[in-house]
């Protein structure tokens, strides 16, 4: 069942400008370490900063409070399976919402999908839940 859906769409530009900007302030501020991590060694580093603000902002909708309503932008990290395909952690009050939103006896699973054509960035995040007893995905 789909307990939530989240998109969102980031101007790579406005990214490049804030990290020319802010630098290291603005990286510590909104993204994990992971997500730096991942996007200092990307080619277009502006964009894989910007599809991961994006996958926050969408994550933040799917979950339903949107980031002013006490979800902080690094509750929120889109991490990669081993299969490459991208997904959310969530920690904090983020981590709190999605365990309040899933009915009891379900476990609750982040799909993600991340893209980039310049000059946008654009995710998708779907909250589902699937009852505790069914098998894991494969990924």
């Not at 580093?45 to 409070?65: D, H, I, P, Q, W």
Request: one cysteine or more; glycine letters at 8%; proline letters at 4%.
């Amino acid at each position: 069942m789909i307990l939530g859906i989240g998109s969102d769409l980031c101007d790579i530009r406005r990214i490049d400008k804030t990290l020319a900007r802010f630098g290291q302030r603005f990286q510590e501020r909104v993204f994990t370490q992971i997500e730096q991590t991942k996007s200092e060694t990307r080619k277009n580093r502006s964009a894989s900063y910007a599809k991961r603000f994006a996958a926050k902002e969408a994550c933040s909708k799917a979950l339903g409070t949107g980031l002013s309503m006490g979800t902080a932008w690094k509750e929120m990290g889109v991490v990669n399976l081993k299969s490459g395909k991208p997904t959310m952690h969530l920690t904090g009050k983020a981590a709190e919402r999605l365990s309040a939103m899933t009915p009891t006896g379900f476990t609750a699973q982040i799909d993600v999908t991340i893209t980039d054509d310049f000059p946008w960035a654009q995710a998708f995040v779907v909250i589902s839940a699937r009852p505790v007893d069914w098998p894991e995905p494969q990924a």
